[in-house]
């Protein structure tokens, strides 16, 4: 009983105390053709050494390569002083704030996370996270949908460039809604957005329009022109960013005449390791009259009975708990931890130090591809404005190049074939700041040789 | 209160050990209009600073490692360092999501097998790990049960019954799929009204949610019977899997006739709550609806572990996460059910009701009064502070803020809605007789208190950082970023 602290004295008295002869008694409401006598197939109980072993032999087999990937999901640097102080039992063993009085440390990381993320984003307020990237975009295009009072039909614009899998959750989760999801090409030889492609395909009225900044390709849209014409119809617009980039691209409140309306995506740039795809967390900005239908937990500033300071979870009757069926979402938490490493995150490297993580990324982003454009058989597939990540075609499959680098350790970038078979045989390579020119060279070395 | 981190902040500051190696002054590369011109004002301050900040911040907070939290329905257990440690590997920490199958087997040996355990546990056929919190995993299980219906062209079905004690989570997803919510009232033994659920149920209806021990804390005794009724008229059973921590290896939700559920591993798995998240909910489905769990899920075959994903699964509902879902909760209840084995999950559903019955017994020999008084608790139970109200004037809340001058966090308060001045309480089974005595020995003295010294229980708490905090003025003018007058520090 790994961490049942009772003696055989304890469980005795309790009983006595109960009225009863045994534990198994306090289970008679249970009806006995459903009680089983124990589980199957659940391995035998390890000690933690045993485990703590089996754990390293694991962890173990998945270790040491060098990554190029990136796709939604970007290895940085994460000053040691992040998950040291966030894992404190203080902060990881808490629950949700609701007793505000004895959560005013979570409640403050919370206020402080929303005026920091706002700030990055340009934009007037933030809630305090939800799941993940691709939720938080599911949620902005809802809460988009609330705000729209004009169109019977919400009409949804979702590029093709914005990352396949946030376009598939997206899907999954809006479409239990009468809604229509509109799918619009990237122009094949810049790999951007285009308004030209837009007056050809789009409708005269609808809700929202997705913008990516960087896209799936890395590719830096014309942010201004689009969030205009979209304005222009009537429509919000919605910015899907890289908040790290944010320290060194323009940021969602100023896109255009007006500033995107929301802006959203995944936090994990900022201070969150890799680790298999989650927990990461998803972040949401809005303006200020439209916070009635943000969805997700947000903290405020409040006063007490002495009138000092203090945090409190706010805006609650827009939640389940209070409004149930009519909530503006289902959602109960945020991703409290993961928040507090960002905050502490973005505390130490503040607005120069996050800039020049966007910066080394993107010298180390242009020093690689300089050098793969310089190999034979391998070209830049966009020639755009881009951040961090590009797409490279191959003059041979890619299967064989991807297994023969994985054989060296080398996670070379992401086969986009699955997701886009027209583009044929690329790579979408990604560099941060983690990387040394001696890494660069060696990748360059081994894939000439995979060749 | 502690300053604000930008307070702290001075122009220029800067934490010099943690900047790249940065070469450019600018990314003259990039057209000037996509870039930005105004820094952020983010703090800049060093990272001693950052560090004591934010401890004392979490000096503020109350947790499980530092106080007693019983939490109705939270399942606020110990959450063993070990799992912790085990899952913070850096192997496991810096594995891309989308690192090739070759590069992942250790991550996903580890998935796989929560998979099969997940499935032994819940009596299900097939489990996905995606869904990424309790929420999450309602959504993903109502989903699937509309995928069903319209997959056998049944589109008539567009109400879903919820008893009127369930979370609120559970009527709010049933709207966010698109179902008209239908309410089931409980009788006064706190079962469901089964009189009512028969009137209820028809052609319209799509399924049910339902928690089993309900949030009242006590076992459904007529589930089978409730099972049938649905399922005779085509409808199907949701299992919020919230309370699964009382029945852990003593009854099985599939044995039950529930044909999907979802796992909080984050309440029985012993996952941290991170101050509010990341939770995870795995979704387990029986014969009915296993084909439309959401995607990827992973697989096992001669050549090793692979992922499944629509390819495999035709009639998935889709992807409900960027990747898959919270992964780091994943391992960490992985490892805690390998701590366990199976008897030792038994255990936990047998020492957590032993001591959810003990504080009630204690409780009501007190002089307090239980809910349900003839009924069993599960590993839960409520105590209504009706008659206190009435005799005293002090509330359900006041006494939950007295709990918190005492050093013990405070129960669930005014949940489920029905019950009034209520407070659900779950100890866990990782506390010790001595705590649970505790806790009743503060009641004990907190209903000596109401009729001596009332003030001292209004005006609670008084020994935290703060006292009782104006919600209302909070949300009539929400104040949620720091303003500007802040950063002029800088």
């Known amino acids: 009983m790994p961490f049942i602290p009772h003696t055989q004295q304890d469980v005795a008295e309790m009983l006595s105390v109960i009225g009863v002869d045994s534990i198994d008694v306090l289970f008679d409401e249970i009806p006995a053709d459903l009680r089983i006598s124990g589980l199957r197939d659940i391995p035998p109980a390890l000690n933690e ?20 990937i990136g796709a939604g999901a970007y290895e940085h640097h994460i000053p040691a002083a992040v998950w040291e102080v ?128 960087p896209n799936f390709f890395g590719v830096l849209e014309d942010i201004d022109t689009l969030t205009d014409w979209a304005h222009a119809r009537g429509a919000r617009v919605i910015a899907v960013v890289n908040p790290l980039a944010m320290a060194l691209l323009k940021p969602p409140g100023q896109w255009g005449k007006k500033g995107a309306d929301m802006a959203c995506g995944e936090g994990q740039p900022l201070g969150v390791p890799l680790a298999s795809g989650g927990p ?65 995150y973005m505390s130490i490297m503040g607005a120069t130090g996050l800039r020049d993580v966007a910066l080394t990324c993107h010298a180390n982003a242009r020093l690689l591809r300089d050098k793969l454009k310089a190999v034979a058989g391998i070209r830049c597939y966009f020639e755009s404005a881009y951040f961090h990540e590009f797409l490279v075609q191959l003059n041979c499959p890619v299967d064989g190049v991807l297994t023969q680098l994985h054989k060296k350790n080398i996670q070379p970038g992401l086969a986009t074939k699955t997701y886009y078979p027209e583009l044929g045989e690329c790579l979408l390579v990604c560099v941060t700041e983690t990387k040394t020119p001696a890494d660069i060279d060696y990748f360059i070395q081994q894939l000439i040789c995979a060749m | ?80 360092r ?12 810096q594995r891309h999501p989308l690192a090739p199958e070759s590069h992942s087997q250790g991550y996903m040996a580890c998935a796989y097998e929560l998979q099969e355990i997940l499935k032994s546990v819940t009596g299900m056929r097939a489990v996905s790990l995606t869904p990424m919190a309790g929420a999450q995993g309602e959504f993903t299980g109502v989903a699937m049960i509309r995928a069903y219906h319209h997959a056998r062209h049944d589109r008539a079905r567009t109400e879903m019954l919820v008893p009127d004690a369930a979370h609120g989570t559970n009527p709010a997803t049933a709207a966010q799929c698109g179902y008209t919510v239908r309410e089931i009232p409980t009788d006064a033994d706190g079962n469901v009204n089964i009189d009512a659920l028969r009137a209820a149920v028809g052609p319209q209806t799509a399924g049910i949610m339902l928690t089993n021990p309900s949030t009242l804390g006590v076992f459904e005794q007529k589930i089978k019977e409730i099972a049938a009724i649905l399922h005779d008229v085509g409808g199907l059973l949701y299992y919020d899997g919230a309370n699964l921590n009382a029945i852990l290896g003593k009854v099985r939700p599939g044995d039950m006739g529930f ?66 879902g919270n992964a780091g909760i994943l391992l960490r209840a992985h490892f805690y059910a390998r701590l366990l084995g199976a008897a030792g999950m038994q255990r936990v559903a047998e020492f957590a009701t032993l001591n959810a019955n003990y504080m009630l017994k204690r409780l009501t020999a007190a002089g307090f009064n239980a809910a349900f008084p003839k009924r069993r608790a599960s590993h839960e139970f409520i105590i209504t502070l009706k008659k206190e109200a009435k005799e005293y004037h002090i509330s359900a809340l006041d006494v939950a803020k007295r ?88």
């Open chain 1, 280 to 344: 990461y967390y998803g972040f949401l900005c809005c303006r200020t009259e439209d916070i009635r239908q943000l969805p997700g937990r947000i903290a405020g500033r409040t006063r007490d009975t002495h009138g000092r300071n203090g945090f409190v979870l706010t805006l609650q009757a827009r939640e389940q708990h209070i409004r149930r069926a009519r909530a503006t979402s289902n959602i109960c938490t945020n991703q409290g931890l993961l928040v507090t490493a960002s905050t502490i």
């Open chain 2, 1 to 80: 209160m502690p300053e604000l981190i930008f307070d702290l902040s001075r122009k220029g500051r800067c934490a010099h050990a943690q900047l790249p190696p940065n070469t450019l002054q600018n990314a003259t590369d990039i057209p000037a209009e996509l870039l930005r011109v105004q820094p952020a004002a983010l703090p800049e301050v060093s990272e001693l600073q950052a560090v004591r900040h934010f401890t004392r911040l979490s000096q503020l907070n109350f947790s499980i490692d530092t106080h007693f939290y019983p939490l109705g329905s939270c399942t606020m257990k110990y959450n063993p």
């Open chain 1, 49 to 68: 050494m045993a485990l703590l072993r089996l754990a390293a032999t694991r962890a173990e087999q998945d270790s040491g390569k060098l990554c190029f």
């Open chain 2, 259 to 324: 044909d999907v559920m979802h796992i909080n591993l984050h309440k029985t798995f012993a996952t941290p709550h991170g101050g509010g998240g990341p939770g995870s909910g795995p979704v387990a489905a029986g014969e009915r609806l296993a084909a439309f769990l959401p995607t990827p899920m992973v697989g096992k075959s001669a050549t090793g572990y692979e992922w499944l994903t629509a390819k495999a699964c035709p009639q998935t509902i889709g992807r409900l996460s960027t990747f898959m």
């Open chain 2, 403 to 490: 709990l918190l001058d005492a050093g013990m966090h405070a129960p669930t308060m005014y949940f489920p809605l029905l019950v009034p001045e209520c407070l659900l309480i779950e100890p866990t089974e990782t506390e010790t007789r001595e705590v649970l005595d505790a806790f009743v020995a503060t009641m004990i003295l907190i209903l000596k208190e109401m009729q001596t010294q009332p003030d001292k229980i209004k005006q609670a708490p008084q020994y935290l950082p703060v006292s009782r905090l104006d919600e209302v003025a909070a949300a009539r003018e929400p104040e949620v970023v720091a303003g500007q007058e802040v950063i002029e520090h800088a």
């Open chain 1, 86 to 213: 966030a894992t404190r039992g203080e902060f990881m063993t808490a629950y949700t704030p609701y007793q505000a009085e004895a959560s005013q440390g979570t409640l403050q990381v919370l206020y402080e996370y929303q005026t920091m993320m706002a700030r990055l984003m340009a934009m007037n307020v933030s809630n305090a996270s939800l799941y993940d990237g691709a939720s938080a975009l599911a949620e902005a295009i809802l809460m988009a949908m609330r705000l729209d009072k004009k169109n019977k039909i919400h009409r949804i614009v979702l590029p093709t460039n914005l990352h396949p899998h946030y376009r598939d959750t997206v899907h999954a989760i809006v479409r239990q809604r009468d809604t229509e999801l509109l799918a619009i090409p990237f122009d094949a030889h810049s790999g951007k957005i285009t308004v030209e492609m837009l007056e050809k395909m789009m409708p005269d009225t609808f809700t929202a329009f997705v913008i990516p900044q």
């Open chain 2, 82 to 93: 070990g799992v912790h440690k085990a899952a913070q590997l850096p192997g496991f920490l």
